[in-house]
């Protein structure tokens, strides 16, 4: 019995363990009592509804449960006990005369972690009790240690997924500064797009990727001559056939980057028209990819309400009247009807660069 006394004081330094002992029948519970003082502190209910009085007084580590009882017998005892979240994890252990297996298989059933015979045999009792005591205590423990790992694991995600963004961020800041007119540009339309996507529905994950298709949209401009990008005058054709090459360019570069879905689609679509005169495809419709339609929109929005070497900002009136004449034509018309609502709810004209 020291061995027990041990374990005791490793799982209840403070106090002895506290068991309930809920029998309709007063004699029995004076014998568990007399039978099981010595080791715990007993709480004795000689009722299921006396027991749910105690119990809102005081938790007990387990509860010793008659099988049959008038009003409520033990079984109506433990369907409350389990559907109620401040007691569904205390240790039910029913006591019963009845050598029934269908009894037991009920009992089981229902959520009792073991049977006690009747008259109660002390050292069989304890042995039982015991070892529902220690399993208790181990599965609190794991159950513990799962939320601590849990929250670990959520923590570095969390950091993990603040790293990504912060290395794409970086990224597309150095891509947009190959363009002097441009600077800040993906990150703009990343919240361009991400502002179009919640309206759309997108949450979560999908609205992450869309945020990363979006800051990485335009990286297939590494492969355009920094000459050609930051040109002020107007382009030749040969120069203009090279611009239009940035789209693919880029979709190539991401093709490979499989863990995010979408990221390449994003960049190869974008400059593709609702009307089906875009590139590099000449997609048209629906056939266009959403996230590449909806980067599209955000795309052209930034670029009227950012300074370019040959005009300043645009006036909002004049972008809310260019998105609303490519509706259907360059753009889809749903993404700029949502993109109108922003435009309209942004009253002070703050979405600009």
């Known amino acids: 019995m020291n061995s027990l006394n041990t374990d005791y004081n490793q799982i209840y330094p403070d106090r002895r363990p506290r068991i309930m ?11 568990i009592c ?12 000689n009722s299921g509804r006396e027991a749910f009085r105690k119990l809102r007084e005081q938790l007990p580590d387990l509860i010793l449960l008659d099988m049959h009882m008038p009003e409520m ?30 009894a037991e298989v009920q009992g089981l059933s229902e959520g009792a972690e073991d049977f006690i015979r009747k008259p109660l045999c002390k050292d069989v009792a304890m042995a039982r009790i015991n070892m529902q005591l220690r399993l208790n205590h181990l599965q609190n423990n794991l ?38 007119y441009t600077n800040g540009h993906s990150v703009r339309v990343a919240k361009y797009t991400i502002m179009l996507a919640e309206r759309m529905g997108y ?23 920094a000459e050609i990008i930051n040109k002020t005058s107007k382009l030749t054709d040969e120069e203009y056939a090279i611009i239009k090459t940035h789209p693919a360019i880029g979709g190539n570069i991401l093709a490979g980057v499989t863990e995010i879905p979408d990221i390449s689609t994003g960049a190869r679509y974008h400059h593709e028209r609702y009307d089906g005169k875009g590139y590099p495809d000449g997609l048209s419709g629906e056939d266009i990819p959403e ?11 930034d670029a009227m309400t950012s300074k370019r070497s040959y005009r300043g ?12 004449r490519g509706k259907g034509t360059q753009h889809d018309p ?3 009807d949502i993109m109108i609502n922003l435009i309209d709810e942004d009253t002070e004209y703050k979405m600009h660069e």
């Open 21 to 31: 002992a809920v029998d309709d029948d007063e004699i029995n519970t004076a014998v």
């Open 34 to 45: 007399a039978l099981l003082g010595e080791e715990y502190d007993i709480i004795p209910a």
């Open 73 to 102: 017998s033990g079984h109506d005892v433990i369907r409350v006990l389990k559907q109620h979240h401040v007691y569904a994890d205390i240790p039910v252990v029913f006591l019963t005369a009845d050598d029934n297996t269908e």
């Open 143 to 180: 159950k513990q240690e799962v939320a601590r790992q849990t929250q670990i694991a959520e923590k570095r995600l969390e950091s993990f997924e603040r790293m990504s963004v912060q290395m794409v961020t970086a990224l597309a800041n150095t891509i947009d500064a190959v363009d002097s």
């Open 203 to 225: 949450t979560g994950d999908r609205l992450t990727c869309c945020q990363f298709a979006a800051l990485l949209h335009d990286i297939g401009k590494i492969g355009v001559p």
């Open 291 to 301: 996230i590449a339609r909806i980067i599209g929109v955000a795309d052209a929005y």
């Open 313 to 324: 900002i645009l006036s909002q009136e004049r972008v809310r009247e260019e998105i609303e």
């Open 334 to 336: 749903y993404i700029s």
